[in-house]
């Protein structure tokens, strides 16, 4: 254990070594969290480069000097190179020992040289600029699974605090540091790396790993929560922060009435990162947990869209929003939802006719789940529809056929490399949710505000959970319990979601951007840390019922089939069409015609009842014998 403090304490050195290095110039570009990331779009596209030596500061301005040279063009990169200069838009262009540098990806004229010409065959040079990128990426990787690991070696903390509280405290502590030795936070969570490289892993895994029958068998109830409960929190959480305004309990603050409701809509999503970090380890019983996962899968599109729709409406302003763009707004809604779910349906058919193919290239069959499912979040990106959706549904729709269709080495290997990409995905999100913090320039407080919001949050979500669950148990045959509505109400975690959506708020139309940022980040600290924390105590306190570890016999499998057509054949008899009854056709229709396009037939004999039934029952008398 020893040994693992001092390889963690000596990377952590080299980080801040590596961020000294380049601290008096923002990197070029971002590793998994540079706040000057030029690939994730936020770049403003200032930066400053100095050689022999000399360092350009030309504040807001791109400065590149060379051999004592320096040139300044506002808004642009402007190198000097022995009488020449070079121009770039928004990106970087520097000069080095009298050569303009214009070789992507290379240093251009360095060669670990510092500029002197060359006069004698080199060992070893150093060239740190020209690995710094990925050299800072692979290490912030390696030290993130690192807090992981020490976190995994302390089970008697970890029973107590959550992981992913640890691990925000762990970012507390490596966001010191780095600041410590900087005076400035070189590192942060963008949108852009959160968005495009680490949610679309941990949304694919989630719907790929649902399991199916329970989450459209509460369908209703999860859509009912996702869709109607996620905009009562926005809506009222916005309208009474209004209200308080205007009554002055916050004091002089630049901020409207449709820009309280686009903060209500960026922070009225419950976290499926959180919500699966926190309630795995909890370990509560089957419906339960597919309701606050479903939900939090589905609001987070939901979330989106508000957000996308809200801040449209900022834009045009007031004076310009009448009933025609507020109907379009209602359309856009729901055009957007639904038309990201569709997509991800048709890359999930895609995905299980790619996989009905692949027989003879099973070395590289599992990479098209993992392409095809991350293109269907671009696409749905690119389209303006929401991509968690059509990720979400993407995965659920493909995993029953591709796992008929695949080779079980293809199967084991898909299943296993999507929980490391998204277990990895999770373990960064949260210790640079926590080292984002410890930046003084984001920081802008107001009383009330924070208080305001979080006591908003809280109330709102229990009675929304509760009206809305009163109001399912009316139709439901097994009512949602007291107790199970109790933790629903106290498991709305907010996390990264949230706080991607508030860095994303443009700081020209919305004034107060930073105390919403710091309000954001105070939300989910306080959810995921505060609650996660005491979710388990409660769970017990209560004695909410747990999921069942033991797995279904022989006998009780058949007994479940036989209930299932009974349920069917009642709901017929009396006239009345339920979800069973939907089901059963739904299941008449797949077994018809999209196994038969979409399953090979070599799987679909192994589907067979009878037969796997007859291979269970001679697999059990061989064990027997063998016995």
């Not at 695949?406 to 199967?411: L, P, R, T, Y």
């Amino acid at each position: 254990m020893a040994a693992i403090w001092r390889f963690a304490l000596f990377l952590c050195m080299l980080l801040m070594v590596s961020s000294s290095d380049t601290g008096h110039e923002p990197p070029e570009e971002d590793t998994s969290s540079s706040k000057s990331d030029t690939s994730s779009g936020t770049d403003s596209g200032h930066d400053t480069s100095g050689d022999s030596g000399q360092s350009g500061t030309d504040s807001g301005h791109d400065t590149s000097g060379d051999s004592g040279q320096s040139g300044t063009d506002s808004g642009h990169d402007t190198s000097g190179d022995s009488g020449q200069s070079g121009t770039d838009s928004g990106h970087d262009t520097s000069g080095d020992s009298g050569q303009h540098g214009t070789d992507s990806g290379h240093d251009s004229g360095d060669g670990g040289h510092g500029g002197e010409p060359i006069t004698t065959l080199p060992i070893v040079s150093w060239k740190w600029h020209h690995v710094s990128t990925p050299y800072l990426v692979a290490l912030w990787i390696l030290v993130s699974w690192l807090c992981k690991l020490i976190i995994e070696a302390n089970h008697h903390v970890t029973s107590v605090i959550p992981e992913s509280a640890l691990l925000i405290c762990f970012g507390f502590i490596l966001g010191g540091m780095i600041w410590g030795a900087d005076k400035v936070q070189t590192f942060t969570l963008t949108p852009t790396v959160f968005f495009f490289y680490l949610l679309p892993q941990v949304i694919l895994d989630a719907g790929y790993s649902m399991p199916n029958k329970l989450f459209f068998s509460n369908m209703g109830a999860i859509l009912v929560y996702a869709v109607i409960g996620t905009c009562w929190n926005a809506a009222s959480l916005g309208l009474s922060l209004w209200g308080c305004h205007m009554g002055g309990a916050m004091g002089d603050l630049d901020i409207g009435l449709l820009q309280y409701l686009l903060f209500g809509s960026l922070i009225a999503a419950v976290d499926p990162v959180a919500v699966i970090a926190v309630f795995e380890q909890v370990h509560v019983n089957e419906v339960l947990f597919i309701m606050v996962f479903g939900e939090s899968l589905l609001n987070d599109g939901v979330t989106v869209v508000l957000f996308n729709v809200f801040d449209a409406f900022v834009s045009l302003g007031g004076a310009k929003i009448n009933a025609v763009e507020i109907i379009k707004g209602i359309i856009s809604f729901f055009v957007v939802a639904f038309g990201g779910s569709l997509l991800g349906f048709v890359f999930g058919l895609l995905i299980s006719l790619l996989t009905r193919c692949t027989k003879n290239i099973q070395i590289i069959e599992p990479g098209f789940v993992f392409v095809l499912g991350y293109l269907a979040y671009l696409t749905a990106e690119m389209l303006s529809l929401s991509a968690i959706l059509s990720i979400v549904f993407c995965g659920m729709c493909c995993q029953k056929y591709i796992n008929s269709n695949m080779d079980e080495s293809s199967v084991t290997t898909v299943r296993y490399v999507m929980k490391v990409l998204a277990n990895g995905s999770e373990t960064i999100i949260f210790v640079f949710l926590g080292i984002s913090a410890i930046d003084k320039t984001i920081w802008v407080w107001n009383t009330g505000f924070i208080l305001l919001t979080l006591f908003f949050i809280f109330v709102y979500r229990f009675i929304g959970v509760f009206f809305l669950t009163w109001i399912l148990n009316k139709f439901r045959l097994v009512p949602v319990e007291f107790i199970d509505q109790v933790i629903m109400s106290y498991g709305g975690l907010r996390g990264a979601v949230a706080y991607g959506l508030a860095t994303m708020l443009d700081g020209n139309k919305i004034k107060e951007k930073n105390l919403m940022v710091c309000t954001t980040l105070i939300v989910v600290y306080f959810t995921v840390i505060l609650q996660g924390i005491t979710m388990k105590p409660l769970v017990t306190w209560l004695k909410v019922k747990r999921a069942a570890a033991s797995e279904l016999t022989l006998i009780e499998k058949v007994q479940n089939k036989v209930f299932d057509h009974m349920l069917v054949a009642i709901e017929d008899i009396s006239g009345q069409i339920g979800h069973n009854y939907m089901r059963d056709k739904w299941n008449h229709f797949e077994e018809k015609w999209m196994s038969r396009i979409l399953m090979k037939p070599s799987a679909r004999k192994n589907r067979d009842y009878v037969f796997k039934v007859f291979h269970k029952l001679n697999l059990k008398d061989a064990m027997s014998y063998v016995a």
